[in-house]
């Protein structure tokens, strides 16, 4: 086994999940600035796509069929899957996503090891032969680092904390077939529901245009769809305007909800009180409309435009489109 | 039905004053302690579950003693007793620790559904979950948006939430769910239930009392470390608009352009 290994996610239709090329990029680096061995691992019912696609990013992928990953949740069985591919006695570090997914993976490794969790990643170095990671608390107030006290551990790694980038060479992939009974008691897969109009992942978009109770109700929600078109990127909300029933909790941002970090993140009619601004106050660059110049966000928002959301937004759609041609 | 509510009382995040000790933990006692917020959805899913199918709620919470006047809060909202299992041996405890001392406790009490939150506020790990119901053997369904329990059948049917809708979960009962905000908003106690909570029982656990040696838990045998910390540099100054709506979009798109987002 390697001293880094990176857990692949796979998706509903068995493609790689972003969040893995992410963690993938980032282990290799702290590998290659280490001189430790990085490896991947990718458990699905036919892992064959996804673990090609984890090689890409990495000298060596194993990928572990397993049947059951067809019907079951994927998170538990991939976790018992992944335990038993460790030797005994094992000094290794693994990386996985900071989503709902990664999270349920980490935290079933972490009992069933006995591993400690580092969090949330925002970077990691390294230094006395383990992982040095960054993490960001108390609502963004602190930036810590913290290390493991023993030679082995797990790291959650949020979206968009690193640009992927395969590897000069696609690294090699060995087949392991899944072998015994899982432990696990079982859960049921009875139904895929797939919602027509689910917006794609906003934990993902490089763009997350974002209203909150300023919009006013779901026909306003329809002016900060427009814009998030117009600009290539996702629909995001505060708490208040999902609460109202204006848009689905998905796309929710802030402490109950998402945590994003996009390049741009234009709010209109938010406030930015503390319970949302812990969900984007990483944002590369944060752009807000707001009629109020007290409103909190005005302290940390990077511009502020103070107007009406209803004459500004159609005057930058006018603006875009204007520039698009 | 008895359900089982995993509470924990954290720092209040509407309060700014977080701030961590020399020693590199939270300095609880410098705020004041709310119940965390996802698991106030968790709290109003059970009390939802027992409205409909009957039974009783008990909430189960890991932290410092003076966490009872929290945890009066959740009996407020119509919890039926409390567990607090507190010991200073606890003290710096990690989510290992976190998740062993929880499913101790679960071991002790009879339940047809444990629920959680999807993360603390504090910690912000989202791995407690998952990893109590690996010590318990209790089948997991996390990330609920609708839970539907078939008390007789002894099975439980979860809507969790996926990139693109859900998948309906079916599991066997006792089980863990992790529930999330899409279960509806946590109801404001009422006077007679903020009366009521007062005389409620809270069974107070040692680590002793769950059958767990001291020295196996907590700060002492801790699996992180905090190496450093630091305010993060401070944003530029923010430039502020006042211009007519189309003079301000125009300088909305220099800005991006400027900054090479479009």
């Known amino acids: 086994m390697a001293g880094l290994w990176v857990l692949g996610e796979v998706t509903a239709d068995g493609t790689l999940a972003r969040i893995s090329t992410e963690v993938a990029t980032l282990a290799r680096t702290l590998a290659e600035a280490s001189g430790q061995e990085v490896a991947g691992v990718v458990v699905a019912a036919d892992p064959a796509a996804a673990a090609a696609e984890l090689a890409t990013y990495l000298p060596r992928v194993l990928a572990v069929s397993e049947p059951a990953a067809a019907h079951r949740p994927w998170s538990m069985i991939a976790a018992e899957r992944i335990a038993a591919l460790l030797e005994p006695d094992t000094k290794e570090f693994m990386f996985t996503g900071a989503g709902p997914d990664g999270r349920d993976l980490a935290g079933a490794l972490s009992a069933t090891l006995g591993w400690g969790v580092l969090a949330n990643a925002l970077g990691a170095t390294w230094a006395d032969s383990g992982p040095v990671v960054e993490m960001s608390v108390f609502g963004g107030k602190l930036t810590t680092t913290s290390r493991f006290t023993g030679p082995t551990g797990i790291v959650t790694v949020r979206p968009n904390v690193v640009t992927a980038e395969p590897a000069k060479k696609a690294g090699s992939v060995e087949t392991v077939e899944a072998a015994g009974e899982l432990r696990q008691p079982a859960v049921r897969v009875a139904e895929r529901v797939v919602e027509a109009g689910t917006a794609a992942p906003i934990e993902e978009a490089r763009v997350i245009v974002a209203g909150g109770r300023g919009v006013g109700g779901p026909d306003g929600f329809k002016l900060v769809e427009q814009i998030a078109e117009a600009l290539g990127g996702a629909v995001g909300a505060t708490r208040a305007a999902v609460d109202s029933g204006w848009i689905p909790y998905g796309q929710q941002i802030g402490q109950t909800g998402k945590i994003v970090k996009p390049q741009l993140y234009l709010a209109l009619g938010i406030s930015g009180a503390i319970q949302h601004k812990v969900g984007m106050q990483t944002a590369e660059t944060i752009v807000a409309v707001n009629r109020d110049p007290d409103a909190p966000i005005a302290d940390f928002a990077d511009l502020v435009v103070i107007g009406d959301l209803f004459e500004v937004g159609p005057a930058l759609l006018a603006e875009l489109g204007a520039r698009s041609g | ?262």
């Not at chain 2, 698991?39 to 909430?59: S, W």
């Not at chain 2, 959680?116 to 998952?130: I, N, R, W, Y």
């Not at chain 2, 078939?150 to 006792?174: K, M, N, W």
């Open chain 2, 1 to 262: 039905m008895h359900i089982v509510v995993l509470v924990k009382p954290v720092p209040d995040t509407a309060s700014s004053g977080e701030r961590l000790r020399p020693d590199g933990r939270l300095d609880r006692a410098a705020v004041p302690a709310v119940v965390n917020a996802n698991d106030e959805y968790a709290l109003e899913a059970a009390l939802k579950l027992v409205a409909a199918h009957g039974g009783e709620i008990t909430i189960v919470s890991m932290a410092p003693a003076a966490a009872t006047d929290t945890m009066r809060k959740a009996l407020a909202m119509g919890a039926t007793r409390g567990v607090l299992v507190t010991d200073e041996a606890l003290e710096g405890a990690d989510h290992v620790t976190t998740v062993k001392v929880l499913a101790a406790a679960l071991s002790g009490l009879e339940y047809d559904l444990v629920l959680a939150g999807a993360d603390s506020s504090d910690g912000q790990g989202g791995v407690v979950g998952a990893g109590v119901a690996v010590l318990t053997g209790l089948p997991y369904l996390s990330y609920a948006s609708k839970i539907e329990p078939d008390p007789e059948a002894h099975q439980v049917r979860v809507r969790r939430i996926s990139p693109t809708g859900y998948d309906v979960l079916e599991a066997a009962l006792p089980a863990l769910v992790v529930c999330t905000q899409a279960l509806g908003e946590p109801r404001y106690p009422s006077l007679k239930g903020i009366m009521a909570a007062r005389s409620k029982e809270i069974v107070t656990k040692s680590l002793k009392d769950l059958g767990i040696e001291a020295g196996s838990v907590g700060g002492a045998v801790a699996t992180t470390a905090l190496v450093g910390s630091e305010a993060p540099p401070p944003r530029a100054a923010t430039r502020v608009v006042r211009e007519a709506p189309d003079a301000a979009a125009r300088e909305i798109v220099a800005f991006l352009a400027e900054r090479r987002i479009i």
